[in-house]
């Protein structure tokens, strides 16, 4: 009876062990934002921008004068355009830099999906890396108007 209660002891002892290093599996992922690679068709071209994985919901996402960085001499006419029911409330693109501020305009933001384009009229070739995000001028905030720690991704691909 006692090699028993032993044995049953150490089933459950592992059990616990293996279910608790299986934990990371069942956690959250951290919310993104993507800043798809520049696609060109013609001498138009844009680039998404895309949330994944925010618990509440995009409330608003800003990024300062600067956040962007771009090729001037082979980008113009920038414009940033909301999509799924986000709105323009600024933007500035001049020098090789940029920024715009974008809000949701009902009390509920998505969760994943574009948010955004950014248009352009490209004057050249233009590859992923020389348009360039500083995170440290992009905040985003959620429908609680809570900041947002979020992990920044900009691929090198484009998949549908």
Known sequence: MRAIRWGGAA?????????????????PKAPS??????????????????????????????VTLGGITYPEAKMADIKVEGLSGYVVLAQEFAGGQGGFVISTISSQGITSGPIAVITFRALDEIAPGEIAFDENKIALIDVDNEPVDFDLAQPTYYAR
């Open 11 to 27: 089933v459950l002892g592992t059990l616990a062990f293996v279910l608790l290093g299986c934990a990371h599996f069942w956690a």
């Open 33 to 62: 934002l993507v800043f798809g690679p520049p696609t060109v068709q013609g001498e138009r071209g844009e680039m998404v921008v895309s949330v994944a994985d925010l618990p509440k919901g995009v409330g608003a996402l800003g």
